[in-house]
């Protein structure tokens, strides 16, 4: 949510088991969808 992202002053991810993981974002807004970032690895 909005509030966790400002508290914690990004995103978290808990309890991935071990692996390769891909993560893309997009923002939305009342003016719509933007495009989607390039994929980050991890």
């Given at each position: ?7 914690y ?22 003016s719509?969808?933007g ?8």
């Amino acid at each position: 949510s909005r509030q966790e992202y400002r508290k914690y002053g990004g995103a978290k991810l808990n309890r991935l088991n071990p692996g390769n993981y891909t993560a893309r974002i997009q923002a939305t807004s009342l003016s719509g969808n933007g495009s989607w970032t390039d994929p980050v690895f991890f």
